[in-house]
């Protein structure tokens, strides 16, 4: 019997490599089993002109959260292509989405499954993380700010 993630997250997708993830989330969003929501998260660098995202998908086939780790940029590689295939097919399926923007620290934890401090410690002592109340939860569906993102992905 498999041993259950003591943090109750699912990890699709490979970090930094944007066709796995780019499947992932087609697999996500064509599944008979639909997901809650997506949570696309953006990595806010100042000075820069482009941000890393990836995207945290909410009770889907039996887990609280699915996250899908950063493959997905707004800049003009295949990040962009990703981001834009997956913001198009996020429309196509007519998921809720919610956008939130993280500094750099927190969208690392975030793609690694570990949101905080907290659940690092969490994970060794094998308690359930408080990710879902804390972390994301906060911020309401914002359709213009997936419009934010688009536009980004689209400039490239």
Known sequence: MPTPNPLGIQYLGV??????????????????????????????????????????VWGWVGHDITIVPNGF???GGTGGWGLGLVLHLME?????VNVQWVDAEMFDRIARGRPSKRE???????????????????APPSHAGLLDCWVMAQAW
Request: net charge positive; charged share 20%; hydrophobic share 30%.
């Open 15 to 56: 970090p930094g490599s944007t066709l796995d993830c780019v499947r992932a989330m087609v697999t996500i969003l064509t599944s008979p089993y639909p997901c809650r929501e997506i949570t696309t998260v953006v990595e806010r660098r100042r000075g820069e002109d482009h941000q890393a995202v990836c995207f945290v």
């Open 73 to 75: 940029g707004t800049h």
């Open 92 to 96: 196509f399926y007519r998921v809720t």
């Open 120 to 138: 690092d410690q969490g994970a060794q002592r094998q308690e359930k993380s408080s990710y879902t109340t804390v972390a994301m939860n906060t």
